[in-house]
């Protein structure tokens, strides 16, 4: 069993910058991936960001926040961070972090290929 907790969400203005983070308890995995999705209020949850490892690591992000927001991970801590600048109104929304058992055959940015999600933290920008 994995368990999820994510933080650092909270209300900024716009084009500030905010720092969540997912720390996971329970299994590690040699080759995995851990994603954020968000959904804001009357919307469908939907990809943010992901970073794969074992065999090498990659990172991925949805167009509607390249070059704004960046994920990464600090192994000791088995924690995966989204770096979050330039941030607009549209961005609000609650943000998710997940974890995959393994990436193998698996897409990062589909909702039902992640095994474990965490409750959430809420981040509103405000215009």
């Known amino acids: 069993q994995v368990q999820l907790v994510e933080s650092g969400g909270g209300l900024v203005q716009a084009g500030g910058s905010l720092r969540l983070s997912c720390a996971a308890s329970?299994?590690?995995?040699?080759?995995?991936?851990m994603g954020w999705f968000r959904q804001a209020p009357g919307k469908e949850r939907e990809f943010v960001a992901a970073?794969?490892?074992?065999?090498?690591?990659?990172?991925g992000a949805a167009d509607s926040v390249k070059g704004r927001f960046s994920i990464s991970r600090d192994n000791a801590k088995n924690t995966v961070y989204l770096q979050m600048n330039s941030l607009k109104p549209e961005d609000t929304a609650l943000y998710y972090c997940?974890?995959?058992?393994?990436?193998?055959?698996?897409?990062?940015?589909?909702?039902?290929?992640?095994?474990?999600w965490g409750q959430g933290t809420q981040v509103t920008v405000s215009s």
């Open positions: 970073i794969r490892w074992g065999g090498g690591t990659l990172t």
């Open positions: 329970g299994r590690t995995f040699s080759s995995s991936a």
């Open positions: 997940a974890a995959m058992l393994s990436w193998y055959g698996r897409r990062w940015d589909a909702l039902s290929d992640y095994d474990y």
